[in-house]
């Protein structure tokens, strides 16, 4: 079919602008996806930047998402305890217990001892009933 009126503008690879109007439609979690997301892709390293939208990735139940933000955190802080807890629960609600339970293992070795938290956390509830997620817990909340 032909297009009739004004011809359309060239695509360009800057981000569209929205206006206040739209920006006032926006959640705050949405409005930070977007404001973050801008910012990682001139900055990808950009740690903090990393840690707030893989958060706010989860809270969207963008889960896949989140996973590879939390293996780009775990690259720049390969011994970061919370880091690897955060990737640990993502691997859970992914369904992943091999991967989650192994993770939440370095998370434990790395420093997080924060059991009271673990227990209540629901993104781990995939592994309460795994025996290794009850072991685990019982080795180190002895240490």
Known sequence: MARTGKPREPETSEPAILSLADLAKQ?????ELDFFGQIL???PLFFEAL?????NLVARRRYQESLQVERRIIQLR?????AHYNLACSYAVLTQP???????RKA???????FRYIRQDR??????KDPRFKKLLREFEQV
């Open 27 to 31: 959640s705050q979690i949405d409005f």
């Open 41 to 43: 892709d001139r900055h």
């Open 51 to 55: 840690r707030v939208h893989s958060s």
């Open 78 to 82: 390969p011994k970061d305890a919370l």
């Open 98 to 104: 091999d991967l989650a339970l192994s993770t939440l």
């Open 108 to 114: 434990l070795e790395y420093g997080y001892r924060d």
């Open 123 to 128: 993104d781990l509830d995939p592994l309460r």
